[in-house]
């Protein structure tokens, strides 16, 4: 769980450079955006249809920074 909370905690980092980055960073990295657009999603499913439509091009972090500001 705390794995998850953090997306919703801190920005995720710049995109990486898959073709410089070594096989584990990028399986890592991979790992890493799959646990945050799970995050995205089930806080996409917990909302109204209106406020998905709204949010869902954000990542968790700024869709709740978004959603704080409304």
């Known amino acids: ?8 905690e801190q920005p995720t980092g ?4 898959s073709e410089n980055a070594d096989p584990d960073t990028i399986d890592k990295n991979y790992e890493t955006v799959n646990l945050e657009q799970e ?5 996409l499913s917990s909302m109204s249809q209106d406020l998905q439509r709204t949010l869902e091009k ?3 972090y700024d ?3 978004e959603l704080k500001t409304m």
Do not use: I, Q
Not at 1 to 8: G, L, N, Q, S
Not at 14 to 17: K, T
């Open 63 to 65: 869709m709740l920074k």
């Open 1 to 8: 769980m705390r794995k998850k909370v953090k997306f919703m």
């Open 14 to 17: 710049p995109a990486l450079d």
């Open 58 to 60: 954000y990542n968790a």
């Open 39 to 43: 995050v995205a999603c089930l806080m």
